[in-house]
């Protein structure tokens, strides 16, 4: 018995000694995700946690610029817009190739917006692509020639080139496609910075160096992918020293990593928007005074510093600041004024009424929902609203706030992370977006002066026509207030000092071609 | 072995199959009964009710719900458990993939769980409302009572961050490794933290029937006769107290499974528990079927190999 014991304290002796736990290797970054990726098809995902590799891997015919959201050229050199806003003519880069070996050429393009787009095309079967909807103003793409490729849209669409940039409009290679059919979503074949090396199921991700790459081959040898789902231990995995980066810190652990020497913090605004859907099609919220008071009543600024510890900033109106070109910087946020809010509600005869409030436990980009719903609960009854919370896990959420809220509640949680000032109230603030429309407009929003001004913004292809559009827009929504306009979202990461060169993108997308470690 | 074993071991596994058609028929039904749906998942926020509509109907939802049953266990007989709407996997591909890592995970801990509730338990009985007895109690109870995740947590904190002995999660290395030395590495803090709560019920189970054990009369006319108290412990009480530790081991089983699943959350360990939350969350109907087809069979199969073992060291329990 004693010598079992010896034997086995030796053994773990050896164990722990061989190597005691380690730095990640050298020139490999590994990074701490939240979740496994459901696919890696790029046509095939909706969440950011999957676009963060897949930026990595594949390319699109353009790309937001570094830092902004701006457009500039990517697999694409150049295009031409015809002056209708109708075609789209782009020109290709020439000698180019997929991880897999075959060429990058007009025929590929051709394929992946078929493969999208046409229920007809053989491999339309290998979907189904929840976000194709981004193109759905594509009426046909045609190759002209081996590096010129032509879109024709139905009707002029001025987001089309900001969506183009968006991870749905990677483009994949067509030989994965015919290879692996369904599963292409594991056998991933880009043309970009890394190439895809192996998927272990919730353990690693693992993409390495493209030596050919056309826009310089990374200076990592390889980066993996970890997904920790649990928030704690990606904190602890990050202080151990078995990972170099992690996104999405929890607001709790913000402060210690900012005050840890050896690590350091990142931060970025983003076209996100955390607000509550207000149901204008029963009382109280039909009275526009009563929505007013609402936005008067929640301390936004204790919400994002608070609870949200200074994760997110508030909120002004429908448009996140990260647009910059499109932002009205006139606006000011709904100051906290709960007196404000208590005349409002007495004019309108509204003191006292019940509100029923759909909160979530948590979902895609929805940060805190439970306190910060309990904090604006508590908000509202301080100027005499009573509020009854009811919570729902995010699917079971999404299943009754989508279909619209008559009937059921008088608010809801929401939260949207766009790439264009186009989508978000084109989406869910115009009359022809109510829900039995298949719109998102679940607060029955309707005003025909907004209606106007988005159906013109987005088919005009001049950027300050378009700006002065969505500005005039963003005082209209502002004042008729559907939503409660609460926060915008900044994103995090951590990473260790080793990890050099690296930035956060608006755009929320990881791009890591340029990190180096040392 | 015995050989009228075999018919008691074939009439179980035949018992197996109406549980777990029982069992399937519950789930499938209970899956339907939960608000929201794949497609929507799936969609996630940008599911319109028409996107909505026209996924279920790719994916064959539209159709009643027992209609959905019959078509999947038909499929299920002939050995086609589906895909994952979510992964778009093949179910099989994913479950044994994940299923393999629980038991790595379970069987570890089992094994260490057994081990030390039977050493517990049997020193606990010998020195009944000693010191040592006193000592070994509190602490199986500590673990009894502790919650699982918590206690992962702080031993991340101790052993992977302050003392950097061990990595704080996964399976294997995430650059390099994946030999044996890798994976044991991994694996002792997620099993120790399992095992130290599955430890209790068998330590304070065993103690209870070596106590029951060591009152009877043929110990004490073991003793009378001058055998080593080492021998009258372990060949002749612990052998008959046995008969009733088994079945506490099958049943702890069954616990270390379910308890892997927050286990596997926090240690991120890939096995068939956290794949099963997440399943559920994303109404990955034929994912949580499969899986829990797997989960059920195996915690049958346990008792069942249980029950054999009590069989084998008391004959009297067959008839």
């Keep these: ?53 897949l930026v990595n891997i594949y390319d699109g015919l353009v790309r937001y610029e570094d830092g ?55 491999y339309h079967d290998t979907g189904p692509f929840p976000l194709a909807f981004y193109f759905g103003e594509v009426a046909s793409v045609e190759a002209l020639s081996e590096y010129q490729v032509r879109f024709t849209l139905s009707e002029p669409f001025a987001p089309f080139l900001s969506n183009l940039a968006y991870p749905t409009g990677l483009i994949i290679s067509p030989e994965a496609v015919r290879e692996h059919g369904q599963d292409v979503g594991r056998n991933p074949s880009g043309t970009g910075a890394y190439q895809f090396e192996e998927w272990r199921a919730n353990a690693r991700v693992v993409v390495s160096r493209n030596s050919d790459y ?132 007495a004019e309108a005869g509204a003191e006292g009424a019940e509100i029923t409030f759909y909160v979530t436990e948590g979902g895609s980009g929805m940060l805190d929902p439970i306190s910060m719903g309990t904090a604006i609960q508590a908000d509202l009854a301080a100027v005499g609203l009573r509020v009854r919370i009811e919570t729902y896990e995010w699917n079971t959420f999404l299943g009754l706030v989508n279909p619209g809220l008559e009937g059921k509640a008088d608010m809801a949680q929401m939260a949207w992370m766009t790439n264009d000032p186009d989508t978000l109230p084109f989406l869910a603030l115009r009359t022809e977006a109510w829900p039995e429309q298949g719109g998102f407009n679940s607060g029955y929003y309707s005003n025909t002066t907004v209606d106007d001004l988005l159906n013109r913004a987005r088919t005009s292809t001049d950027q300050d026509e378009r700006a002065a559009l969505y500005r005039e827009m963003q005082e209209i929504v502002y004042d008729d207030a559907p939503w409660a306009f609460i926060a915008n979202w900044q994103q995090n990461a951590v990473a260790t000092d080793r990890v050099q060169n690296f930035r956060l993108q608006p755009s929320f997308l990881l791009l890591l071609h340029d990190v180096s470690k040392q | 072995m015995n050989s009228s ?84 996997r093949a179910v099989l591909d994913i479950v044994t993939e994940r299923f393999n890592a629980t038991l790595i995970l379970a069987g570890t801990a089992l094994v260490l769980c057994s081990i030390f509730g039977i050493l517990v338990g049997i020193i606990s009985a010998i020195r009944q409302y000693g010191w040592t007895d006193k000592i070994l109690t509190f602490v199986v109870l500590i673990g009894i009572s502790t919650p699982a995740f918590w206690l992962g947590l702080l031993l991340i904190m101790l052993f992977a ?92 089983a069954g616990f270390v499974l379910g308890g892997a699943v927050y286990i596997e959350t926090v240690f991120q360990w890939p096995g068939i528990g956290s794949m099963l939350v997440n399943a559920i969350s994303t109404r990955d109907l034929l994912l949580v079927q499969g899986g829990v087809l797997f989960v059920a069979a195996a915690y049958v199969v346990f008792n069942l190999i249980a029950d054999v073992v009590q069989v084998l060291l008391d004959p009297r329990v067959t008839s």
């Design chain 1, 1 to 53: 018995m004693k010598r079992t014991v010896q034997t086995l304290l030796i053994a773990l002796t050896a164990l722990l000694g061989s190597s005691l736990w380690a730095q990640t290797p050298p020139n490999v970054l590994v990074v701490g995700q939240i979740a496994e990726p459901q696919s890696l098809d790029p046509h095939a995902v909706t969440a950011v946690n999957d676009f963060r590799i």
């Design chain 1, 68 to 122: 902004t959201l701006n457009v500039e050229p990517s697999l694409a050199e150049s295009w031409e817009i015809s002056d209708d806003g109708i075609h789209y003519t782009f020109n290709l880069r020439q000698g180019v190739s997929f991880h897999d070996g075959s060429p990058f050429n007009a025929e590929a393009v051709v394929f992946n917006f078929e493969r999208m787009l046409n229920e007809d095309h053989p």
């Design chain 1, 214 to 345: 056309w826009d310089g081959a990374p200076e990592l040898e390889a980066v993996v992918f970890r997904p920790i789902t649990d928030a704690n231990t990606r904190v602890a995995e990050m202080l151990s020293g078995g990972i170099d980066m992690m996104v999405e810190v929890p607001p709790d652990n913000v402060a210690t990593f900012a005050d840890a020497g050896d690590f350091q913090l990142y931060e970025q605004a983003g076209p996100h928007l955390w607000f509550l859907i207000l149901n204008l099609k029963e009382a109280p919220f039909d009275d526009k005074r009563v929505r007013q008071a609402v936005n008067y009543a929640i301390d936004k600024e204790a919400l994002v510093n608070d609870v949200l510890q200074g994760t997110a900033t508030v909120a002004t109106g429908p448009t996140p600041p990260a647009f910059g070109w499109a932002y009205n910087e006139d606006l000011e946020p709904y100051p906290y004024n709960p007196d404000r809010a208590r005349e409002l509600l």
């Design chain 2, 5 to 88: 074993i075999w018919p008691y071991i074939g009439k179980r596994l035949l018992l197996m199959f109406p549980v777990l058609l029982g069992l399937t028929v519950i789930v499938f039904f209970i899956m339907a009964l939960i608000p929201g749906d794949p497609a929507l998942a799936i969609l996630g926020a940008f599911a319109t009710p028409e996107n909505v509509a026209q996924l279920n109907t790719q994916l064959g939802l539209d159709k009643t719900i027992v209609e959905q049953y019959f078509t999947w266990l038909g499929n299920v007989l002939q050995g086609d458990f589906g895909r994952s709407y979510r992964q778009n």
């Design chain 2, 161 to 252: 961050v302050q003392l950097r002995w061990l990595p704080a999660s996964g399976m294997y290395a995430v650059y390099g490794g994946g030999d044996l030395l890798d994976l044991i590495r991994h694996l002792i803090l997620p099993a120790s933290t399992l095992a130290f709560i599955a430890t209790g019920v068998i330590a304070r189970l065993t103690r209870a029937s070596m106590l029951e054990v060591l009152r009877q009369d043929y110990i004490r006319t073991a003793r009378a006769k001058g055998l080593s108290e080492h021998r009258v412990v372990y060949r002749h009480a612990f052998k008959a107290a046995l008969v009733s530790i088994v079945p506490v081991i099958g049943i702890q």
